[in-house]
């Protein structure tokens, strides 16, 4: 069965820090992957969907980056970390030949001070 | 942008009682999709309506999609403390976007035991 795997769950940083968040899909293959972000009480908001290794559309002008290394590995990055980059982010897979139904991990809190 | 809007924003009954969101978009889909989010969780699929279907079962969950309206609602019969969460549509558009999945602001739900 196909999981989703998506580290630290929470993150504390200062203002100006670097940022990598990973998130890792095993039992399946090339997935189409997606990076969300969640602020409080909001709906989501795509940053990033990857349809292959090194295919990334990014969806929003922002302080981030993201990275597809290998095939199930998606990375969110950040160079200097804004206050506004605080938020709930959300990776998750979708089966590239249905296209339908998305997969979630579980969500890293990052709080930026 | 926001694609689907859920009504109303917050959503409060007594167990037993059936719970009914409401979602609006602007544009053609695809299909609809519901999601649900337990606090500081990821989002689990629930349930997904194509564009050429009018209504859809699943357990206790009853979608149903109109398309001259763009509109779709989701019915919780017989609710449970256990369905205390957020509930949130999304839309796959046609055509060329649609690797993309838009979410609204999601509509949060209490069930009062």
């Known amino acids: 069965s196909q999981t989703i795997h998506q580290w630290p769950a929470t993150l504390v940083q200062p203002v100006g820090s670097p940022l990598s968040l990973e998130c890792t899909v095993e039992g399946t293959s090339n997935p189409n992957l997606y990076w969300y972000r969640q602020a409080a009480g909001r709906g989501l908001q795509l940053l990033f969907y990857s349809i292959g290794i090194d295919q990334i559309s990014s969806e929003v002008p922002q302080n981030l980056s993201a990275s597809r290394p290998q095939d199930r590995q998606f990375i969110l990055s950040s160079k200097k970390l804004l206050l506004s980059d605080s938020g709930f982010y959300l990776c998750a897979w979708r089966d590239r030949v249905t296209n339908e139904k998305l997969f979630f991990g579980s969500g890293t809190q990052l709080s930026v001070l | 942008s926001q694609q689907g809007e859920e009504d109303p924003q917050a959503l409060s009954i007594q167990e037993g009682e059936n719970a009914t969101m409401n979602c609006s978009y602007k544009t053609s889909i695809n299909n609809l999709q519901w999601y649900r989010q337990n606090s500081g969780r990821g989002l689990v699929h629930l349930i997904l309506?194509?564009?050429?279907?009018r209504e859809k079962h699943s357990g206790r969950l009853r979608v149903t999609l109109d398309t001259s309206k763009k509109s779709s609602s989701l019915l919780i019969t017989a609710s449970r403390a256990a369905d205390t969460a957020s509930y949130f549509c999304?839309?796959?558009?046609?055509?060329?976007?649609?690797?993309?999945?838009?979410f609204g602001k999601g509509t949060k739900l209490s069930v009062i035991p």
């Open positions: 999304a839309t796959a558009p046609m055509g060329a976007g649609s690797y993309q999945l838009t």
């Open positions: 309506i194509r564009s050429n279907e």
